[in-house]
T-cell receptor, first 114, second 113 residues
Framework: DTGVSQDPRHKITKRGQNVTFRCDPI?????LYWYRQTLGQGPEFLTY????????KSRLLSDRFSAERPKGSFSTLEIQRTEQGDSAMYLC????????????FGEGSRLTVL | SQQGEEDPQALSIQEGENATMNCSYK?????LQWYRQNSGRGLVHLIL?????REKHSGRLRVTLDTSKKSSSLLITASRAADTASYFC?????????????FGQGTRLTINP
C-alpha cells in the first residue's frame, strides 16, 4: 500500500519533553499538510508544504512547533516543551499540486501529554 | 476557527433508514468536500462538489450544494451499521492569504442494527 503513513501512531510523554512525528506522503504528491484534531472536533489546519517549501503556518502554532520537509519527501513535526494542551491527534495529508482538491490522510499520530 | 458548521452534531438512526447531514459555511468557495472518519482513524474522502454544481451522486451518497445559502447536505441512503462514523464537510477557504481546506466540527452518525 502506498498511502500516507505516519509514525508513531501513539506517543505518551511527560510535560516538558520534546516529541517528533514523521509523515511519509504518497510519493507523487507535492503538497503535504499537517492538521491537529482534538476529541469531538474537526481537524484544524496547522501548516502545509509545496515540495520542500513551507508555504503557510497557522496562527494556532506557537514557537514550540516546527515542521520540516527536507528534499520535498517525508515531513517531520516537532513539538518542544510539550504541554497538556498539546494532547491531540496529529494528522498528515498529501495531495497533488494545483487547486485544493481531495486530501489523502494518514491514520494520524495520537499524542498524550501527562 | 472553523469555516463549516455541521448539523446535527450527532445523529442516531436504525439500519436501513436514510441519514441526512447538513453543513453551512461562511465564505465563497471553489469546492466543498465530505470526509468520513472512523473512531481513532484518519479521514477518508467521500465526495467533492464544485461551486458550479448543485447535486452529485456516488453510490449511496447524494450531496447537494446551495451557494446562495452557503450550505450543503450529505444524504446516505439505506444506511448500514458500517456507516457508523463521523462525517465532516470541508471547504477550500482563503485564509491568511492562502487557499486551504478547512473542516467543520462534524456529525457523529450511529447506525443501530
Amino acid at each position: 500500500d502506498t498511502g500516507v503513513s505516519q509514525d508513531p501512531r501513539h506517543k505518551i510523554t511527560k510535560r516538558g519533553q520534546n516529541v517528533t512525528f514523521r509523515c511519509d506522503p504518497i510519493s507523487e504528491h507535492n503538497r503535504l499538510y499537517w492538521y491537529r484534531q482534538t476529541l469531538g472536533q474537526g481537524p484544524e489546519f496547522l501548516t502545509y508544504f509545496q515540495n520542500e517549501a513551507q508555504l503557510e503556518k497557522s496562527r494556532l502554532l506557537s514557537d514550540r512547533f516546527s515542521a520540516e520537509r527536507p528534499k520535498g519527501s517525508f515531513s517531520t513535526l516537532e513539538i518542544q516543551r510539550t504541554e497538556q494542551g498539546d494532547s491531540a491527534m496529529y494528522l498528515c495529508a498529501s495531495s497533488p499540486s494545483g487547486s485544493v482538491g481531495e486530501l489523502f490522510f494518514g491514520e494520524g499520530s495520537r499524542l498524550t501529554v501527562l | 476557527s472553523q469555516q463549516g458548521e455541521e448539523d446535527p452534531q450527532a445523529l442516531s438512526i436504525q439500519e436501513g433508514e436514510n441519514a441526512t447531514m447538513n453543513c453551512s459555511y461562511k465564505t465563497s468557495i471553489n469546492n466543498l468536500q465530505w470526509y468520513r472518519q472512523n473512531s481513532g482513524r484518519g479521514l477518508v474522502h467521500l465526495i467533492l462538489i464544485r461551486s458550479n454544481e448543485r447535486e452529485k451522486h456516488s453510490g449511496r451518497l447524494r450531496v447537494t450544494l446551495d451557494t446562495s445559502k452557503k450550505s450543503s447536505s450529505l444524504l446516505i441512503t439505506a444506511s448500514r451499521a458500517a456507516d457508523t462514523a463521523s462525517y465532516f464537510c470541508a471547504t477550500d477557504a482563503l485564509i491568511q492569504g492562502a487557499q486551504k481546506l478547512v473542516f467543520g466540527q462534524g456529525t457523529r452518525l450511529t447506525i443501530n442494527p
